[in-house]
C-alpha cells in the first residue's frame, strides 16, 4: 500500500472484522490474569519488553495497552520500522532510549548541536546518567569512544532549519546507533530508518498529533531496541494515555495532507519574508543557501513548515511575536494553527549561550490558514514592531531607539516578554 493508504488504514484492519469502524478504546488499568502460572509468565514477559502473544493476559496497563498498542503498529509501518514504543510526550521517549543506552554500559551519547532545547539540557545536565559530546555533523566519528552509546541529530534542526545529511553520519557513526529526532520532517517527508538510522524519535505533540490538544512522544526501531526500550517504560512508567494514543491514531490519518499543506503555506511564507526589509535572515530549506548539501529532493521530499527569520533586534523580534493577531504567540509547532515564538527566551532558554540561537531570530510554524492572511498578519506585526511616529504620534515623549521604533513602545513590549 501507498504511504498515504497506510496513513489512513494502518493498524485498523481488523476493525471491520470486529463490526466496528474506528478502534475502540480499551481504558483498563488492570486486566484478568486468569491462570496463575500462564498470568505470572506474561508479566515477565512484558515487564522485560516483550510484547503479548495471542490469548496472553495483558496484566496491567503501564506494561501493555491494546489501544497504544494500535497506535505503535501504525507509526511503525508508517516509519518502515519494525516496531514502535509511544511515551507520554516526546522527552519521556528521549529518556527512556537514553536509559536504554546507559543500561547498556554504553553512556557517552555524541549529539550534534543545534537540538531542541529539553534534548540539549537534558544532556548537557547528564541527568540521567549520560556524558555528552557536543559536535558539529563531520565531527562525529572524531567522537565516538569504546562506550558510545548513541550518537544523537536532528534533521531539520531547531530552530535553524540546518540539515544533516544521515547517510554521511551513519557512516561516520560505525556500529554505534543513530537517533534522529524526525519531528519536524514527519515520515510524510523523511524516513530515517531506510538511511541506516536506529532509533527515530518524534515529539507527536506536533506534527503527529496536529491541533495543539495531546502531548505524546513515540520511538520507532528495530525489534531489539524496541524490546529494550519498552521495557525501560515498564520501569520508569512513561506509558501514552490511550485516549491520546486514539488521538494521535487519528492524526495520522491526514498527516500527509497536513504535512503537505502546510509546507505550500511555509514556501510562501518564506519567500515572502526574504523580501521584507525588516526580515534579514530567513531560514527554511526551500530558500536559496539555506540547503547546500541538496537535501531537499534527496534526503528530504520537501522543506517542511517550520521556518525561523531574523530580525534587526531582539526588541524588534520581541515587538513582532507580541504583535502577532492571527498567528498566536506560543511555543509547539506542526499544528493546524501558526505559532510564532522566541527560541532564545523560550524553548532554547536552557541551551549553554555558545550554543543558543540569537535574539535577532523568531521561530514560526506555518499553519493551515490562508497563507494571504498569515503574510498580512505578519506584515502589520513588523508595521507596529518597526513603526515610525507619525506626527500624531508620540514620538516626541517616548524618543526613538537607534532603529527608529519608538524606545518606550518596544521597552514596554521587551519587559512584558
Ligand atoms: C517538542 C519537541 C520535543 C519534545 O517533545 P515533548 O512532546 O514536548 O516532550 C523534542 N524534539 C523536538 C524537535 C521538539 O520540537
New binding site residues.
Partial sequence: MSFDTDAVHAAREDLTALGAHVPPIDLSTTYPVGNVETGGASYENLATGGTPAAGDSLVYQRLWNPTVGRLEEALARLEGAEQAVAFG???AA?SATLLAAVAAGKPHVVAVRPL?G??DHILATGLLGTRVTWVEADGVAAAIEPDTGLVVV?TPA?PTLDLVDLTALVRQAGDVPVVV?N??ATPVLQRPLELGVTIVLH?A??FLGGHGDI???LVATNAEWAGRIRSIRALTGGLLHPMAAYQVHRGLQTLPVRVRAQQDNAQVVAHWLTKQDAVSQVFHPSIEGCDPQGLVGTQMSGAGSVLAFAVESYAVAAAVAQSCRLITHAV??GGVDSLIQHPASLTHRPVAPEARPAASVLRLSVGLEDPADIVADLRQAFAAATAQDGPAGQGSQAGQDSHGASSRHLRELVDHS
Fill in positions: 510526550s516526546g522527552m528521549l531542541y529539553g534534548t536532528e531547531n529526532d519531528t519536524f515529539s505533540t506536533k502531548m505524546a512522544g509547539s509547532l
